[in-house]
Every structure is written in structure tokens, then in C-alpha cells.
């Protein structure tokens, strides 16, 4: 295996001079303004969960909605992969990038917080109002009767149906784990006996209670984003390059009502031309500074 779990959270170390002159001017912007806040993987990375579009990011092609509802075949291989990358992302510590995020909104600054992320750290680390964009790692919902059940709790009940198939799922090696939880394993000959959990309810297709591609946010949850984005003075963005929509109609959003957008992302980002001010930094650091220098409103 990668060795994922034994990854330790990275500390966040102090900006570096050319990052503090372009946090001074993050500041001068973001300062007796309320803001909304929108969060990516890059966000995560310290906490040692993968990010697929960042820098060096192996390419990768997520299963679809539609091939999910498609095939038996591909539920079964999704739930097994799936059942690997759980395994190992539910053991992820929100890191100091999450902290700062939290102590953000402690301090009345933020308008709300969008994340794109589906691992829950931002809520394990204390942020209250907070709306997980594309939907959330530690549930699983029933495509026929929508009720929703605990992952951890499933988990139990896959372990019953596939017993020690984890044990030998990852003495095959997991090759690459990405931060929806998916895995890639070399052993296509396991994934074919691996046994599929259904709704206890109505017997149902399970499927892990997050947005994939080819499937629309529900749009409660979208209305509820742009209503943070009305009532926040700007929008950071932290750690997200922005490739989907879902995120980058925010920015647009908020630069149509003519308010400042600051970006910081290690890398280019597709809201760049819309930024007010971008700042090439890991996102740990970035936000611990302004938590810390931020006066409180
Ligand atoms: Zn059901």
C-alpha cells in the first residue's frame, strides 16, 4: 500500500517574505469585510489525502453517474474500491489549514463555508456553518428509497458479505487513493467476488452520498452557496483550482456583484482572471496568518 495512513498531518510552516507581502495585501482587502469562504482539495493535501487536479496529480478519469447506475459490474468494482479507500481516508486528521477555518468563523468573519471537499475535516475540526458542496464521504443514500445510512455503519455490513477481502485487497497493493475515497487496486480477479450491500429498507442500489461527475448538486444546496456569497463583503477561495463549475460559478457570482475575489491555490486556477488577488501558496499556512492577523468584526 501507499503508506496513506501513516502519513502524518503537515505542519504549517510560517509564509515565506514574497508570500507575507501578498498576504498584507489579502489582508488589506478581506479586513472589516465579512466574507464567504470556498475550500478545495488542496486544502486537504496536508492531512494527507490526495488531490487529483493539483500539481502532479496522476490523471485519473472518476467513475460516472451514469456508468454507476448503468452496470451491476460497475457498482461492484466502485463498492470495492470504495470499500479499500474508506478504510483508509476515515483515519484522515483535519490539519492546521482546517483549524484556521474554524477559528475564522469563530471569530464572526465568515459569511459561510462552501467546501468541495467530501471528507468532512472541516466539521471535524469545529466549523458549524458549513455546506459540503459535493456531498459528504460518511454516508451512503439508497437511489430508490433515499433514505440515507451511516458509511461506518455499512462498512460493518460489507466486512460481513466480503470477509477479509480488505486483508487481501491491500497486501495486492493499492495502487493510487483519491480523495472521494476511490481506490485503485491492481487485482482485478478480488474486485470480481466482491459482494455489494443494498438498501436494508427497500433493497435498493447504495450508492456513497456525494456528487459524482455527470450528476447535478441538488440545487437547495447551490441556493444555499449563493446565499453566503450575498451576504459576504468577498469570497477567498482556498485550495481549489476551480475546474468544475459547481465551484467556479461562485467566483463569477461574486465578481458580477463587483466584490473582491482572493484565490490562494498552489497552482493556476480557472478564477484567476477574476481574482482580485491570487496568492501561489500552500492553503495550511496562508489561512493560519489571516486567522491570526484578521481583526475580529
Ligand atoms: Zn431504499
Redesign the pocket.
Known sequence: MTGFASLPPVAAAGPAHDELEVLQDIHGVLAGERFALLTGAGLSTDSGIPDYRGPGAAPRAPMTYQEFVAEPENRQRYWARNHIGWSELRRADPNEGHAAAARLEHRGLLTGLITQNVDRLHEDAGSINVVDLHGRFDQVV?L??H?RYSRGLLAGVLEELNPGFLERALAAGVVEMAPDADATVEDGGLIKGFVVAH?P??G?TLKPDFVYFGENVPKDRVERCYAMVDRAGALLVAGSSLTVMSGLRFVRHAAKQGKPVVIINRGQTRGDQLATIKLHAGVSGALTWLAAELPPL
Open positions: 439508497c430508490a428509497c433514505r438498501c429498507a427497500c435498493g
